[in-house]
């Protein structure tokens, strides 16, 4: 652990962290680095006992100083959202082909605005080609050839927008991604709007490494089933793009997801072809080296250079170098120079999931797997097989938690099972890659043995995913908590844990040796008792906590009473109004992603308060995923088609459906009083019968009350004044996303908000309307938007409220 690479190679890390959040300017950054860094330089030559410590500081601030850089300039592009105009550029990276669009990164050097000014500048853009307004369009097949290759010049229409960021707790960053790549804009268009100019930019060795890749995948989607095909290529290139939802669920769920990250395990096979190769062909110690390092940087370009597989290679070129040159090799400092030398070629990796993976995964092996075999020596030989898959798996176990809500039960068993036949199938697509430009009879043949083997794969995955048991979701840890572990850890690890242990046990028996039994078991539980009575007592009382989340133009709201109760109201769902068929499932990939961040494996209530698709769509997800007790519904009389699979799923699940009733009342909670306000008799003839039936609730805690309203109109309020029930609340969630039809002056007076909320996001009804937000406003009173403020959290405490935006804004 003294070990003087490790300890820089932390000091630059912290140095990292330390300037993401201080956000200091690059030049106070250099500043500090040049001196530390001459303090260093004179503490050194003066030989000063302490030259250690500022040489570590050192690295502290030029860690700092070295994000401050690549966090670069500010973007001339980010002046000009919200605007159409005319970009050219070329493709600096291999494209991305997915069911319904194409993604690809544009380097731009001309910008055309719409007066006519050309602007000459040198910035990455995020281009976006939907392919859903094609004429007559097929369905992208699997593992297709993206439209434009690397080096392509294009000339690009459209309006130029910010990436979106998170919206709910919790949610992935998509802006701070990209900004780490030094991407501030995206452009979204249409086949219609692209053309392309020129070729033959960039890289010419990296072209003509894509330009192989290229051929190969052709040759692997002519031979091998889609099905095969798509996991292949995830497996060898790190492709993912052809993986449905269900595939990344069964792999996520048998622990095996980690081998479409490109990385040790598949440059290991890499290394052992090329030094196979290099025996054929009879070279030297030094021409294997050669060899080696050639095969894998050209597998680390067809892989895209992503981060596991550049630190997997760097490991193995100083583990190769240091066997050839017959220096004693230290996996430790090998995994700490990888670290450096990724880190100083863009800090900001450092933030992103598939980093810190691979990292700490290759850490538990190299770290923990010879103190623990040490321990195990009286296993069979063989008990590394058990060990190495079981050290990864400990040394990530807090960050799969925290960036994916689920732990796999099944993963040390799926990995020494399948370990073996993946490392096949690897290697196998190696020898089939190369036959391609050779004997490509040989290699369809091989591609085709590939493809069965990869089925079985397949097959063994989707039966272990589906063992009762296999993972279990688990809500975020804490930092604190995940820092915890790995203390523990590396405690564990260098033995600090022992003379501890023998501490508090040779304590405890000379304390306790001074009780007879019959005193000893009294003590015991006096201890325990006023220990319990005291974490009890002291115990802040858990608040009534109201979300509403932001899935868009839709409703999604998430009710925890104090005694832990949940209840979810409607689900979101995907816009109706949109030209545009998005693959993206809200209620998957919002409302039951939040759930599982938040812990929640169970729900006690969802109310669908209509079955429109903005409510009802997201509704099935959240079946399917979380187990519920009971659904409240609208009891509307004429039902959809989503409607009527909604009611068919929850039956096939054996969750009972009710319809919601005025004087009903859910009563989950004694400090919470949830009324059903509406409906009462069903309204027919009205604008909307099926906005104006909406489910209203009314949710009471001490003093404070909710009002939830659907996506009812004024018919349906007046229906509610007439029945006399109480409507005074402290927050209102305006009915039907603020439309024109949703504002009703003496329902709005009758309910006499304190704080108001509208849910709703892009859309083209005109939502909120302006007369609905002077009311909301009117006499400065908080109004709360989610298409503005992203998730709204409503705190009570039974006296005061609490409302917590998510996105704070200048308003």
């Known amino acids: 652990m003294a070990n003087p690479m490790v300890l820089i190679t932390f000091a630059f890390i912290l140095g990292i962290i330390l300037g993401q959040y201080l956000n200091g300017p690059p030049w106070a950054c250099g ?18 006992k302490f030259s250690t410590e500022v040489l570590l500081l050192f690295a502290v601030s030029l860690g700092a100083f070295w994000l401050s850089l690549a966090q670069g300039p500010g973007s001339q592009l980010a002046q000009q959202t919200g605007t159409y105009l ?41 281009l976006t080609i939907y392919l859903d307004r094609l004429a007559e369009s097929q369905p992208v097949t699997v593992g297709a050839s993206p439209s434009f290759g690397y080096g392509d010049v294009l000339r690009v229409h459209g309006q130029l927008e910010l990436p ?157 170098a240091g066997h050839l040159w017959r220096r004693e090799q230290d996996l430790i400092n090998s995994l700490a120079v990888a670290a450096l030398v990724l880190l100083l070629w863009n800090p900001q990796w450092l933030f992103e999931a598939g980093f810190q993976l691979s990292f700490l995964a290759t850490w538990g092996i190299v770290y923990l797997y010879p103190r623990l075999d040490a321990q195990m ?76 083997l990869i089925g079985l794969v397949t097959k063994l995955v989707t039966f272990l995913s589906l063992v009762p048991g296999a993972a279990f979701f688990i809500g975020t840890p804490s930092i604190w908590l995940m820092l915890g572990y790995y203390f523990l850890l590396v405690a564990w690890g260098e033995g600090w844990l022992k003379p501890a242990w023998y501490r508090v046990r040779n304590y ?59 209840i979810l109201v409607d689900g979101g769902g995907n816009p109706t109004f949109t030209s545009v068929q998005s693959a993206f499932d809200v209620g998957r990939q919002v409302v039951v992603s ?31 995923a979380i187990p519920v007790s009971l659904v409240l519904s609208a009891p509307v009389e004429e039902t959809s088609a989503l409607w009527q699979e909604f009611y068919q799923q929850a039956q096939a699940l054996g969750v009972p459906v009710v319809g919601a009733k005025r004087g009903m009342s859910l009563n989950l909670d004694p400090a919470v009083l949830i009324e059903v306000l509406h409906p009462g008799t069903l309204l027919a003839g009205t604008r909307s019968d099926v906005n104006n039936n909406s489910v209203v609730l009314r949710i009471k805690h001490g003093q404070n009350a909710l009002l939830l309203t659907g996506d009812l109109e004024a018919e349906g309020m007046q229906d509610l004044r007439q029945a006399g029930v ?13 439309s024109r039809y949703s504002l009703d002056p003496q329902f709005f007076a009758a309910v006499d908000p304190q704080v108001t909320v509208i849910s709703v996001g892009k859309n083209n009804f005109g939502h909120p309307d302006p007369a609905v937000l002077e009311a909301c406003q009117e006499g400065a009173r908080p109004l709360f938007r989610t298409d503005q403020h992203g998730a709204i959290t409503v705190e009570s405490d039974g006296q005061r409220l609490k409302v917590m935006p998510f996105i704070r804004t200048q308003d």
């Open 31 to 48: 500043i500090l680095a040049l001196t530390a860094g001459v303090i260093t330089l004179v503490t050194i030559k003066q030989r000063a």
């Open 86 to 126: 005319d970009l050219t550029g070329w493709v600096a990276e291999e494209g991305r082909v997915y069911e319904n669009r194409e993604t690809y990164l544009l380097q731009v050097h001309e910008l055309l605005l719409p007066e006519g000014n050309q602007v000459a500048l040198n910035e990455p853009v995020l």
């Open 164 to 320: 979106k960021g998170p919206r709910n707790p919790g949610e992935f960053d998509y802006r701070a991604y990209l900004l780490r790549r030094g991407v501030h804009t995206q452009i979204t268009v249409y086949p219609g709007d692209v053309v392309r100019l020129e070729s033959g930019q960039g890289n010419p060795m990296l072209r003509w490494v894509l330009s192989l890749k290229a051929r190969v995948k052709q040759e692997m989607v002519q031979v091998i089933p889609p099905e095969q095909t798509k996991i292949l290529q995830a497996l060898l290139f790190g492709d993912q793009t052809g993986l449905s939802p269900e595939d990344r669920e069964q792999y996520q769920r048998t622990g095996l997801i980690h081998i479409f990250s490109v990385s040790g395990f598949h440059v290991g096979f890499v290394l052992l072809f090329a030094l196979f190769l290099g025996q054929i062909a009879r070279l030297s110690p030094k021409g294997q080296f050669w060899l080696a390092l050639a095969v894998m940087f050209f597998f680390a370009a067809l892989a895209g250079f992503q981060t596991p597989v550049m630190r997997a290679t760097i490991m193995a070129v100083i583990g190769l």
């Open 377 to 452: 020596t009286r296993w069979a030989a063989w008990r590394g097989v058990v060990l190495v898959p079981l050290c990864a798996q400990l040394a990530v176990i807090p960050l799969v938690a925290y960036y994916f809500n689920q732990v796999s039960v099944i993963s040390l068993v799926s990995n020494v099972l399948l370990a073996g036949l993946v490392g096949v199938a690897i290697l196998m697509a190696f020898f089939a890659f190369l036959l391609v430009f050779i004997f490509p009879l040989a290699s369809q043949i091989l591609f085709l043995a590939d493809g069965a």
């Open 508 to 566: 405890a028996v000379f304390y306790f040796s001074r009780f007879s039994r019959s005193n000893l078991v009294p003590l015991v539980c006096l201890i325990l008792v006023v220990g319990l009575a005291a974490g009890w007592y002291f115990k802040p009382a858990a608040p009534l906590r109201v979300v509403f989340l932001d899935v868009g133009q839709g409703d999604s709201i998430l009710i925890e009473t104090p005694a832990g109760k949940r």
């Open 594 to 624: 939040y759930l599982r961040r938040e812990g929640i494996n169970k729900l006690d209530v969802v109310v669908n308060t209509h079955p429109d698709s903005d409510h009802l769509q997201g509704l099935s997800a959240v079946l399917e």
């Open 726 to 738: 109480e409507l005074r609340s402290q927050v209102y969630k305006v009915p039907h996303h603020g």
